[in-house]
């Protein structure tokens, strides 16, 4: 098999991945907030990375993948700048409308879409443009009931925003520069996550519930909802680097909007949550603009693909024939192997 092929077949598995695990863990964690009453959003995320991190070490002691340390004040702003989005997409969902936190989900690839042309120089073509605004219009259609503006709300949702397209850029960057697999980056940053919220998560739900995340009553059912979704985040965790690494920040919020639409139809099927027209209607579009997404990103990376083998090939076809530079005027090797310039004969000057 070849290079290129494996590499698709391990992206479109990392996309496989990302989508069950991540619907899996909202299912979950919707059946334990909403019906056995643990509404610890924060802190829950803080156990969530202590299981990633304790179950990598295992893999590392078990040599499933090589420990490669690297730059650690890069690790650590990384994980705490990771740990601190996390914190602040919680507080713009406790205070604002479920309205107007879908608008700031659908805010962060548009976002990123322009940090990345100022500051990387990528250019997006209209077409993957075009794409990501029938997608945004669609999942807007399908989430977005109300809009109920506050400053503090408004503050927080776009410290959001920015902190979580800078953290997911740089999960991109960081895997390219130093040369570490999404593995190698989620183990080393996991902790920095992990401190983060474990130190900040039960002031953050105390704020945002009014209840104490120590004082709850931790039933067997409890118990074993919490050790479900920490194993299943783990797989979340490991997906969400693997396809950032992989392909690009965009493309993996585009990913999150098709899981977005996948819990909507599941909690209608499963749950009997409310469903409407305009749910259906909304749900049709965006597929239609993550199809249109994938499409074009395809076609693209096959011309890409297509420009870079032309250039390789022209680049072999020269260093075969050695000589062309000399057919070309470039000098002339003499019988030692010394290049001398066309215009320079030694022999004819002292016979002269």
Known sequence: MSESKRYQLGTIGALGLSVVSSVSIVICNKALMSTLGFTFATTLTSWHLLVTFCSLHIALWMKWFEHKPFDPRAVMGFGILNGTSIGLLNLSLGF?????YQMTKLAIIPCTVLLETLFFRKLFSRNVQMSLTVLLMGVGIATVTD???????????????????????MTNTI????????????????????IT??????FLDGL???????????????LAFI?????????VNFSTFLVIGKTSPVTYQVLGHLKTCLVLAFGYVLLRDPFSWRNILGILVAIVGM??????????SQQKATAEAAQISQAKEGEADPLLSVENGGGILTEGGITRAPGWNSNKDLQA
Not at 96 to 100: E, I, Y
């Open 197 to 202: 919220l474990f130190i900040t998560g039960p």
């Open 208 to 222: 945002l519930t009014n209840l104490n995340v120590f004082a709850f009553n931790y039933t067997p059912q409890v």
């Open 147 to 169: 809009l109920q503006l506050n400053v503090l709300g408004s503050v927080l949702s776009l410290l959001a925003i920015i902190t979580t397209c800078v953290a997911q850029i």
């Open 96 to 100: 604002n409308s479920v309205g107007f």
């Open 227 to 235: 050790v479900l979704s920490c194993l299943i985040s783990v797989s």
């Open 291 to 300: 199809g249109l997404y994938s499409y074009y990103c395809t076609i693209e």
């Open 175 to 194: 895997q390219k520069k130093y040369k570490v697999s999404s593995t190698q980056l989620l183990y080393q940053s996991c902790p920095y996550q992990a």
